[in-house]
DNA sequence: CTGTTAGCGCCTTCAG
DNA sequence: CTGAAGGCGCTAACAG
C-alpha cells in the first residue's frame, strides 16, 4: 500500500503539499496539484483512515443506535440514513440494541470507549439525560429520532396527532366503539414512548367526540402476536367493529385474524393502523404515514451540516401525520 | 480525556507498561497491572481507536456490504451479525447498496479506500473475482453469504433444494399444474442467483415428476408487486390451484390476492413460500425455511476465529432447508 | 505557494 | 519485569 510519501517522492513535492493537494485544503498551485494527483492515481494511493483521523481528530463515520433492526421502521429508516451517509461520504456504524434494552449500556459503553464516530444518531429509545450529558462532554453532537431528549436536536412523528388522526376518521365515519390496540409496554416501560402518545391521541379524540376510551389492549408489537390476540378480541360475541392499531404491523395481525375468522372488511370490521409499512398497500390498509426514510436522510443532512458549522440547536421537531384512506374502513 | 500517558504517571509506571497491563499482552506484576488498572478507571481512560489501529494495523470493526437492508433477509441477517459483533466487542459498519447495484463500484472503492474494517461479510450478490482478489491483496478477509464467491468462504442456502422440496411437497398432494412465480431477474440479470436456483429445483422436481414445468412468472420481489400481479394471474379462468413462491414476501401477496378475490386457501388454492419470514406464521404460510439470523452469527464466530488464526479456508457450505408444513396447502 | 518540524496516542522492539 | 526510543501515516503550524 502506497503512503503519501511515496506519493509525494514521485510528485516531487514534500508529504505536506502532497497532503494540501490531496485533500484541498490550502493552496496549492495548480501544476502541483496536478502532478500529486496523478501520482497518487498512479500509486493507487488511498489516505489510511487511521492516520487521518488520529491527526484529526475527525473519523468519517457516524454511529446509528437503534433497536431491533429487523423491523419495518428502523430497517426503513436505516436505509435512508445510509443512502445519505454514502452521498456525503460517510460510513455508518451500527450498534443494535435488540428488543428491550438490556445491552443499552454495555453499547453505549463501547461506542463511547472508541472514539470511532463523529456524530451519533439515536432512534427509538429515548437518550437519557446522563447520555446525553456524556455525548456532550467528549464532543459527539447527537441527534434523537422517534423519541426525542432534552438538548438534544430531534424529529419525530406527532405521534399523539396519529392517534387523533385515526380515530377521528373512525368518528367521522360513524363509529362509536371504537378499540384501541397498542403496542406493548410490555417489554419496558420506559420505552415506548410514541405508543403511549398514539394511545393518547386516541383517548383524546374519544373525550372529545363525549366517548369514554376503552380500554388499550396491549401484546408484543409483532404481527404475530397480534394476530393471536386478534383472534381471540374477534371471537368474542360483543366484538368491535372498528379497532385502531397502533402500528401496521399490528393492525395486519388483525386483518389477517379477521380472515380466517371469515369477517369481511371492511363491513364486519373497520381497522386504521399507523406507518404506512410497506405492506399496507397490499392489505388496502387505511393508515396514517410517516417516512422513515425520508427522515434518515434529512438527519444526516442535519448532522453534516452541523459538523461544519456547529449550531447548537436543540430544536424537537415534530413531524405531521398524514392520514392515508384505503379500504379498511367503511362506515358504522 | 485522559490519555495512555496519564495513565501511567498516575501509576508511576512507562507507558510501555501501562499499555502491556491494559492490553493484557506481555508480562506484568500482578502488583502494578492492579495499580495500572485503578489508574485507568479512575480517570475513565479510553484507549483512542485511531491511535490502536495506526499502531497495530487492527480496526476492531468489520463490514457489511448489503443490498435493501428494509428487507427482511437482510435486516434479520443483521441483527445476527450484529448480536454477534457484540459479543465478541466488535463493530459493525454498514455498506447500504440499495435495491440493484448502482452503487455497488463506489461503495466497494470507498469502504476499500478507508482500511476502516478488519474483514467483510458480504451478502446476496457474489463477490466478483476483481474484487475478490482486491481483497486479498489488501489482506481484508471476506466471506459470503447467500451467494458464494470463488476464493472466499461462504455458507448459502441450498436453494435449489429449497425450491425441489416445496414443489414435491405440492407433487405429493396430487397437484400437476404448479405455478412457479419468481422474484425478478429484472432488476438485474446478475443478482438474483437464489432465485434462479429455486426456479432450477422447481423445474427439476417437476421433470422428476414426469412433468413439463410451467413458464415462471417474474415481477420485483416484494409484496405489492407480488398482490397486482397475483390480482390478474388468478382472475383468469383457467388460474392455478397450486404455486410455488420464490419468497414468503411473492407468497403473501399472492395470499392476500386470493383474499380479495374471495378465493378460500387451501381449497381453492394451495401456496408454498421460501423463508419462513416473520409473519409466515401469521400467514398460516406452508413455507421452506432458512434462519439468517442464525447465519449471521455463525459468519461472524467464523470470522473472528479466522482473524485470529488464518485458515485459508474457502469452502462453500450450502446450507439445508426444512420444510414447514402450515395451513395454506391441501391436496388437489 | 511550499518545505520543515512537530505532534496526534498508542504499541513494540530493544536494552537493561 | 520494566523503561527508553522509535514509528504507524497523516495533518497543522510556522517559516520562508
Redesign the pocket.
Known amino acids: 500500500?502506497?503512503?503519501?510519501?511515496?506519493?509525494?517522492r514521485l510528485a516531487?513535492?514534500?508529504?505536506?503539499?502532497?497532503?494540501?493537494?490531496?485533500?484541498g485544503?490550502?493552496?496549492?498551485?495548480?501544476?502541483?496539484?496536478q502532478r500529486v494527483l496523478k501520482a497518487a492515481a498512479a500509486l493507487d494511493?488511498?489516505?489510511?483512515?487511521?492516520?487521518?483521523?488520529?491527526?484529526?481528530?475527525?473519523t468519517g463515520a457516524i454511529g446509528v443506535l437503534a433497536p431491533a433492526i429487523d423491523t419495518w421502521y428502523v430497517s426503513t429508516l436505516l436505509r435512508g440514513i445510509a443512502e445519505a451517509a454514502l452521498a456525503h461520504d460517510l460510513d455508518i456504524v451500527l450498534y443494535d440494541l435488540g428488543r428491550g434494552a438490556a445491552m443499552r449500556e454495555r453499547v453505549f459503553e463501547r461506542f463511547l470507549q472508541r472514539h470511532h464516530i463523529d456524530a451519533l444518531i439515536s432512534t427509538t429509545f429515548a437518550l437519557t439525560h446522563r447520555e446525553v450529558s456524556r455525548l456532550a462532554s467528549i464532543g459527539i453532537p447527537a441527534v434523537a429520532l422517534g423519541d426525542g431528549a432534552a438538548g438534544v436536536r430531534s424529529w419525530c412523528l406527532d405521534d399523539e396527532r396519529a392517534g387523533t388522526l385515526a380515530t377521528e376518521h373512525l368518528l367521522s365515519l360513524g363509529h362509536r366503539r371504537i378499540v384501541h390496540v397498542g403496542g406493548s409496554t410490555v417489554l419496558d416501560e420506559s420505552l415506548f414512548a410514541a405508543e403511549r402518545l398514539r394511545e393518547r391521541g386516541y383517548q383524546r379524540a374519544m373525550r372529545a367526540a363525549g366517548l369514554e376510551p376503552m380500554p388499550t389492549l396491549l401484546h408484543d408489537p409483532t404481527a404475530d402476536a397480534s394476530y393471536s390476540h386478534a383472534l381471540e378480541l374477534l371471537r368474542s360475541p360483543d366484538r368491535p367493529r372498528a379497532v385502531f392499531a397502533a402500528t401496521d404491523e399490528i393492525a395486519m395481525g388483525i386483518l389477517l385474524a379477521a380472515r380466517t375468522l371469515g369477517l369481511r372488511v371492511p363491513f364486519d370490521l373497520s381497522v386504521v393502523g399507523v406507518d404506512d409499512h410497506a405492506y399496507a398497500a397490499a392489505f388496502d390498509l387505511t393508515t396514517v404515514r410517516q417516512d422513515p426514510r425520508e427522515h434518515g436522510e434529512r438527519v444526516v443532512d442535519w448532522l453534516v451540516a452541523d459538523l461544519a458549522a456547529p449550531s447548537g440547536d436543540t430544536t424537537h421537531t415534530l413531524i405531521d401525520p398524514e392520514l392515508v384512506p384505503r379500504g379498511s374502513v367503511a362506515p358504522a
Chains 1, 2 share one sequence.
Do not use: E
Request: no cysteine; aromatic share 2%; net charge positive.
Open positions: 500500500m502506497a503512503v503519501i510519501d511515496d506519493v509525494a516531487g513535492v514534500s508529504k505536506a503539499t502532497a497532503s494540501r493537494a490531496l485533500s485544503r490550502g493552496s496549492v498551485a495548480d501544476a502541483t496539484r494511493f488511498r489516505a489510511s483512515p487511521a492516520a487521518v483521523s488520529l491527526a484529526t481528530g475527525r
